[in-house]
């Protein structure tokens, strides 16, 4: 495979002012000599530096020009690939793009599969996994944080702490080997001191999980579901949140049968906010699948904002909507505190026995209290989920944590087999041989493939 050369459009296939198309591979330079001529009569593809631009003209096999182009030359083994690449710059016309891909098949090209240019990165020893996964996260990436953490990985602070950690486990089975490999009485072992050395590296290996977990959450988005009988206010509620009209509001309860779902930032953190159909006893088989789905969302809530009308009593219907979000993350929301009050917090501790600091007050229709929610929803999730700052977060990848949690439970079996050290050392190549799958020194091509089919053809 490697010893084909591939071509894909680089840009959104669409019409736009300019569009890039990507070739890399051995053959590169010479199948563009076949369909590309510098505005230069002096410049060569031999006679050319790498890393330079270049005007030119892209030309059909009838020797008819197709586009007026600008030529970018990447040379090995300097280029994103570690190939001979180039990238033409035409005009974005979809079939002007198409025209010139087809040339380039023609004339011995292959069309990318996903994600292959940076595969070819990879294999090619340009970038390790850590960062070529990195690659798919930046571009996928849905806010600020979770752009930052994919810049952080890419540029290589995973990799790093990664390494220095598969260093500290190899020395781990440096001393064991060391004492396999003479007699006790020349290379005696320390087993006290070895089990120290493994507790101290599961230790940050436990940080890092944890440290995952606090990413992940980050960069997918924390689910905030709001919840409530119908016609509390929760869809004025959302739109107040997103500052738009995302969720049609009425007088009429019930309006809401379906799921509203959109991503918001409140106080700095990502969130997927999520507006229900009201929980009571369905009024026909719409109603009942709306309801039936707001359950659901609920039970992958990470937090669960829990709305009371506070202008009507406390009913059976809100306690029996409170059993369902209990043993979440919740804040009860009292709104409606525009019209005369007839729940209090008072109310709230003896009905839901739950803290009052979880209790707050707000009219979404006046855009009262909003502030004071926000806040709370910030610091409940920061106290739930114990966040660090982006900064000292280094693992944001669903697989790396798997293998982290791997390598924890065979230096966790390492052990409880010092007592035989040929088991041990065993236990502890497991555990190497799980970070390495981290950072690609060990990659399955299963592994390989699943990575790099989840990226855009061009990348």
Request: include cysteine.
């Amino acid at each position: 495979m490697l010893e084909d050369t591939i071509v894909a459009q680089a840009t959104f296939p669409a019409e736009s002012a300019l569009g890039i198309i990507r070739i890399s591979g051995g053959s590169t330079f010479p199948i563009l000599k076949k369909c590309f001529k510098f505005k230069s009569n002096k410049k060569t593809f031999e006679n050319i530096k790498s890393h330079t631009i270049h005007n030119g003209f892209i030309f059909n096999n009838q020797n008819e020009i197709i586009d007026n182009v600008l030529i970018s030359i990447f040379k090995s083994p300097g280029s994103y690939t570690g190939e001979d690449m180039a990238e033409i710059t035409c005009h974005g016309n979809p079939f002007i793009i198409y025209k010139i891909i087809n040339l380039l098949i023609s004339n011995g090209c292959r069309i990318a599969e996903p994600g292959e240019f940076t595969k070819r990165a990879f294999l090619n020893g340009k970038m390790d996994l850590s960062e070529a996964e990195a690659v798919a996260d930046l571009i996928s990436a849905k806010n600020d944080i979770a752009l930052k953490l994919s810049l952080k990985q890419l540029l290589g602070d995973e990799k790093n702490i990664i390494n220095d950690l598969r260093k500290k486990i190899i020395d781990v089975l440096s001393l064991i080997d060391g004492n396999l490999d003479f007699s006790e009485d020349i290379y005696a072992i320390d087993t006290d001191n070895l089990k120290t050395q493994i507790l101290q590296i599961i230790l940050k290996l436990k940080k890092l999980v944890n440290n995952a977990d606090e990413g992940l959450l980050l960069k997918e988005g924390i689910k905030l579901v709001i919840t409530g009988k119908p016609n509390v206010g929760k869809s004025s509620l959302l739109n107040l949140l997103l500052k738009k009209d995302k969720s049609i509001v009425t007088h009429i309860p019930g309006t809401t049968r379906d799921i509203i779902e959109d991503k918001i930032i409140i106080e700095g953190l990502p969130f997927l906010i999520f507006d229900t159909a009201g929980i009571r006893k369905a009024k026909g088989i719409v109603e009942k699948i709306g309801i039936k789905k707001t359950k659901n969302v609920i039970k992958n809530a990470n937090l669960v904002l829990f709305l009371l009308d506070g202008s009507k009593k406390i009913t059976k219907d809100d306690i029996k909507i409170f059993k369902e979000i209990k043993n979440k993350n919740f804040i009860i929301v009292i709104n409606k505190i525009d019209l005369k009050q007839k729940i209090s917090k008072k109310d709230i501790i003896k009905n839901f026995k739950c803290d009052e600091k979880s209790t707050v007050e707000i009219s979404a229709l006046k855009n009262k209290g909003i502030n004071d929610l926000t806040k709370l929803i910030k610091n409940t999730i920061i106290n739930t989920y114990n966040l660090s700052s982006v900064d000292e977060i280094y693992i944001s990848n669903l697989r790396h944590k798997i293998a982290l949690e791997n390598a924890i439970k065979f230096l966790n079996n390492a052990i409880e087999n010092l007592k035989t050290l040929e088991i041990a050392a065993v236990d502890i190549k497991k555990a190497i041989g799980s970070i390495e799958t981290i950072i690609g020194k060990i990659a399955d091509e299963d592994i390989l493939n699943n990575i790099f089919q989840n990226f855009c053809i061009g990348k």
